[in-house]
């Protein structure tokens, strides 16, 4: 899966409404992706873990226990393209983000649901990126 239809596919599936904590958008995400095949879970969970692993820097979360930081990421994601790469351009977009707490844990788990559904198994998986929180080390090395 490459970033556009990764984007594509999150705004194709993004509620019209308010969706807190990105509930809906989980379960279309889910749906569509187990719809798909494997390879598409797979390039799913490869993009996620890209998109929030850019995030995770100290420009962004240096006030946020890890688990908040991590959830706050993935509504910045959950919000879509547009606003993930406001953000990247402009850390001051994520402040609201942070002090309102506004999270998308569900986000996180489409991925390992779609695989669950496809193949009746847990995924143990493994991406090249890992999003959790302080795990890009260049992000938080002091400049």
Same mark, same amino acid.
């Given at each position: 899966?490459?970033?556009?239809?990764?984007?594509?596919?999150?705004? &194709?599936?993004?509620?019209? +409404?308010?969706?807190?904590? =990105? !509930?809906? #958008?989980?379960? *279309? $995400?889910?749906?569509?992706?187990? &719809?798909?095949?494997?390879? +598409?879970?797979?390039?799913? =969970? !490869?993009? #996620?873990?890209? *998109? $929030?692993?850019?995030?995770?820097?100290?420009?962004?979360?240096?006030?946020?226990?890890?688990? =908040?930081?991590?959830?706050?990421? *993935?509504?910045?994601?959950?919000?879509?393209?547009?606003?993930?790469?406001?953000?990247?351009?402009?850390?001051?977009?994520?402040?609201?983000?942070?002090?309102?707490?506004?999270?998308?844990?569900?986000?996180?788990?489409?991925?390992?649901?779609?695989?669950?559904?496809?193949?009746?198994?847990?995924?143990?998986?493994?991406?090249?990126?890992?999003?959790?929180?302080?795990?890009?080390?260049?992000?938080?090395?002091?400049?």
């Amino acid at each position: 899966m490459n970033e556009d239809s990764f984007w594509q596919l999150i705004g &194709a599936c993004a509620p019209p +409404m308010p969706d807190p904590d =990105a !509930e809906q #958008l989980a379960a *279309a $995400l889910t749906n569509r992706l187990a &719809a798909g095949g494997l390879a +598409m879970v797979i390039g799913f =969970a !490869e993009r #996620l873990s890209w *998109a $929030l692993y850019r995030l995770d820097r100290k420009k962004y979360g240096h006030d946020l226990s890890s688990d =908040a930081f991590l959830y706050t990421r *993935a509504a910045v994601v959950a919000a879509g393209r547009e606003t993930y790469e406001a953000v990247l351009r402009d850390p001051q977009r994520f402040v609201p983000y942070a002090a309102d707490l506004i999270w998308a844990e569900n986000l996180l788990y489409v991925p390992d649901e779609a695989y669950r559904r496809i193949t009746g198994e847990e995924w143990d998986r493994s991406t090249r990126y890992s999003y959790e929180s302080y795990s890009n080390t260049a992000g938080w090395a002091d400049a």
